[in-house]
Nanobody, 125 residues
Framework: QLQAYGGGLVQAGDSLKLSCVTSGRAISNYHIGWFRQAPGEGREFVAAFRRSGDTTYYADYVKGRFTISRRNAKNTVYLQMNSLKPEDTAVYYC????????????????????WGKGTQVTVSS
């Protein structure tokens, strides 16, 4: 199981750090992705961390502002979000995948087999 937390209400330009914690199995066994969904919109890819090594992926609209990292000893993947914008307002979800073709599918929500409950991030202007 996955659980995302750390969301909140902030002002534009502020920072937040989200956490995604696994229970039952080590997070090092999985590729982990962050997605978000704004009201009335579809779920969109934000960032991802490959299971092995330090390969990370980012959507263009968060590149340079968001950083994904992991601490296997804590079974946690983080999403550090800086310079937040009102358009970053959404429910943020973390998800796990174990596919062998991750490098070509990390941005696709269908790649992920386990999803945590989301955490709301609201950025006011």
């Amino acid at each position: 199981q996955l659980q995302a937390y750390g969301g909140g209400l902030v002002q534009a330009g502020d920072s937040l750090k989200l956490s995604c914690v696994t229970s039952g199995r080590a997070i090092s066994n999985y590729h982990i992705g962050w997605f978000r969904q704004a009201p009335g919109e579809g779920r969109e890819f934000v960032a991802a961390f490959r299971r092995s090594g330090d390969t990370t992926y980012y959507a263009d609209y968060v590149k340079g502002r968001f950083t994904i990292s992991r601490r296997n000893a804590k079974n946690t993947v983080y999403l550090q979000m800086n310079s937040l914008k009102p358009e970053d307002t959404a429910v943020y979800y973390c998800a796990a995948s174990s596919t062998a073709s991750y490098s070509s599918s990390y941005y696709n929500a269908d790649t992920y087999v386990s999803w945590g409950k989301g955490t709301q991030v609201t950025v006011s202007s």
